[in-house]
């Protein structure tokens, strides 16, 4: 073959590959194993893509998160609010004088008051900043609770799109095999050129099918990597079923209910109401003041008069006793109690019918992985090596090639369907909104509200 030929082969396939349609009489099989090899993408991990487990991610982004310090302030405005609550109420110092001239009687009194706590508001307001900062604790648990499920949902998306990729790859590989024999057979003329642009219709769906798949990729590559404060495309993840598949999401719920977050957390918010009542009913009793000083009186003869001065001071609550506020608290802490009874009977069916589902799930898994996808690379191989062999038609190649792509699509469909079940129950049973944890804004949505309960932390305690 002389190179001017060689170079016009070449030539040829490259205009193929950029959609110009090609006459079909002048191509040999030289050319079109030409056309395969500039064609066909070429798809591998390189030297420096990282393969990155579920487990490698989550240890990325706690690092990562653990930076904002937002644990640690919230840590030390509860422990600052221990001491607070200690505190006495300040006591009050009085000075009165009278008589101004010499020519008059000096009276000068100098006194001290102290408010007594004698119906427990100060030991109301310790429990009260204990319940608080078990509280800050408890929030840390769930936000890493929360923070496990965003990252673990972000890192299915990306185990997915990749099957998802290497499914359209495949599936590319097999239009140009078909293509390559739909070549040979209408070089021989035993089929007509409108056969030839079917499949090479085909061919060009998939090429743009696996560009799109290729930039989904990328996107999910980097909103992964964002958590832990990167922009990173050369993240890669195991294609062995046995990572692909949840299998941990059952014994996550089990260690979710165990743990009983949220109803620690419901609990925590009733103890918190009854306290709050405790405080309102003992600061509406009436806690005597108690005066104490001395009165001196000075006449112009010069003459002194000292005196010790005593006595108690008695709020009369006769119309605010605080009974409206404890209504308030009151009505707070039974619909807690109703909250509680509700997360127990009805959070709990709801997560045991996702797990059951999962399981059927896997089942279907396990038959499209093992039976369904073999079954149906080997009836496509099987025809098209009969159409090689002009027993069988066009039409029968394609529609055993769209079987095989609907088995391998419905394997990675099965796959999202699962992830999203299983996503759904660990939120449940974590006691949070699925929708926030699969949000595209899920991580900045958990940050915000850490940021906001930190700023909205009370200070508890210290008297008035």
Do not use: C
Not at 70 to 78: D, E, P, R
Not at 151 to 180: C, F, G, P, T
Request: net charge positive; proline share 3%; no cysteine.
């Amino acid at each position: 073959m002389s190179k001017k030929t060689f170079k016009s082969m070449a030539d040829q396939a490259l205009d193929h590959s950029s959609g110009v349609v090609i006459p079909q009489r002048v191509m040999s099989w030289a050319s079109l194993a030409l056309l395969a090899m500039f064609t066909l993408p070429v798809v591998g991990h390189s030297k420096s893509t990282e393969n990155l487990s579920l487990s490698n991610a989550l240890e990325k982004v706690k690092t990562f998160q653990a930076t904002q310090g937002v644990w640690q302030t919230q840590a030390q405005i509860a422990n600052a609010n221990k001491k607070q609550a200690k505190l006495w109420i300040n006591p009050n110092l009085s000075i009165e004088q009278s008589g101004f001239k010499n020519d008059q009687e000096k009276e000068l009194s100098i006194g001290i008051s102290q408010r007594l706590d004698l119906f427990g508001e100060r030991k109301a307001q310790q429990k009260l900043a204990e319940i608080s900062s078990n509280q800050v604790a408890l929030k840390q648990q769930i936000y890493q609770a929360q923070l496990e499920l965003v990252v673990k949902h972000l890192w299915s998306q990306l185990a997915i799109l990749e099957l998802e990729r290497d499914v359209v790859l495949e599936q590319l590989k097999n239009s140009q095999e078909n293509l390559q024999a739909t070549e040979k057979r209408y070089q021989a003329g035993n089929i007509a050129q409108v056969d030839v642009d079917r499949i090479r219709i085909n061919t060009l769906e998939n090429e743009r099918l696996f560009k799109q798949a290729e930039l989904e990729l990328k996107v999910a590559r980097q909103n992964l990597s964002q958590l832990w404060g990167e922009s990173s495309s050369l993240l890669s993840i195991d294609q062995n079923p046995k990572n692909l598949w949840p299998f941990d999401s059952i014994s996550n719920v089990e260690r979710f209910q165990k743990d009983n977050l949220l109803e620690k957390s419901l609990q925590l918010q009733i103890l918190e109401s009854k306290t709050n009542i405790d405080v309102l009913k003992a600061e509406a009793r009436p806690n005597p003041t108690l005066n104490a000083g001395i009165k001196r009186t000075s006449s112009p003869d010069s003459s002194t008069e000292n005196q010790v001065l005593l006595g108690v001071e008695i709020p009369l609550n006769i119309f605010n006793r605080n009974q409206y506020g404890v209504e308030i608290s009151q009505a707070k802490q039974q619909l807690l109690d109703r909250q509680q009874q509700f997360y127990r009977s009805q959070n709990k069916i709801k997560v045991s019918h996702l797990l059951s589902e999962l399981n059927d799930l896997s089942s279907q898994f396990q038959q499209l992985q093992n039976i369904q996808i073999p079954l149906a690379l080997r009836v496509q191989q099987k025809t098209l090596q009969g159409f090689q062999a002009g027993k069988f038609a066009v039409t029968d190649v394609q529609q055993a090639t769209m079987q095989l792509q609907d088995v391998r699509l419905r394997r990675v469909q099965l796959l999202k369907t699962a992830w999203q079940r299983a996503i759904t129950a660990e939120s449940l049973s974590l006691g949070v909104s699925p929708e926030q944890i699969m949000a595209a804004d899920a991580l900045d949505q958990l940050n915000q509200n850490a940021w906001q309960d930190t700023q909205n932390l009370p200070v508890i305690g210290g008297g008035k």
